[in-house]
């Protein structure tokens, strides 16, 4: 009887590990929600935030307001002279609008890789730059082919498969099974496959 209790306890105690699963924050497909010409940015309402991108040639700006308060959250300008746009793709759990990942892809005539920032509530943290894209014959954002994965305070950016992604600094090409990003608040690490 006691080796009976033992194992129950113990399969209740690990059992919610071996099965655990991890969240899966996916592309929202959002649209703006309206262009203020007037202003120069496109307006994006999305979970508990609304971003605000700059819409003319050579204005990589946007910024980001919090829609419970309407403060001013965060503010980024990019100063890659290449580049004429920042273009949003927001990344959530249908059920958790305060955790947002966002993929501001930096374009010209093609996508010169994508920059990463995390919205945690009212803060957002920007890890980092991933100089990638997808080579599908016009060097497209990365944030068209991923997901992410959530776990505590990190999240592993993966993608789907039968792409080709290049490194651009290296003109690298790897198979989208093959490459992983582990991101955290304050840097991006390429993971081993």
């Not at 959250?73 to 990019?78: G, L, S, T």
């Not at 943290?125 to 776990?151: I, M, V």
Request: with cysteine; glycine share 6%.
């Amino acid at each position: 009887m006691k080796p009976v209790f033992i194992f129950i306890s113990l399969l209740s105690i690990t059992g919610p590990l071996f099965g655990q699963g991890f969240a899966i924050l996916t592309d929202q497909l959002i649209e703006p929600a309206k262009k203020q010409a007037d202003k120069g940015f496109t307006e994006y309402d999305v979970g508990n935030i609304v971003l605000f991108s700059g819409n003319y040639k050579n204005y990589e700006e946007f910024y980001i307001l919090d829609k419970n308060t309407s403060d001013k959250i965060y503010e980024y300008k990019e100063d890659e002279p290449k580049a004429r746009h920042l273009y949003p793709r927001f990344f959530m759990t249908p059920d958790n609008p305060d955790l947002i990942i966002i993929t501001m892809s930096l374009e010209g005539n093609y996508s010169w890789g994508s920059h990463i920032f995390m919205v945690d509530h009212n803060k957002v943290t920007h890890p980092g730059f991933l100089p990638y894209g997808a080579d599908n014959f016009n060097f497209s954002a990365l944030g068209l082919y991923c997901q992410f994965e959530q776990h505590d305070g990190w999240y592993i950016m993966f993608f789907q498969d039968n792409e080709k992604i290049i490194k651009y600094d290296t003109d690298e090409l790897i198979d989208s099974s093959d490459l992983e990003f582990k991101i955290e608040k304050d840097k991006i690490t390429r993971l081993n496959k």
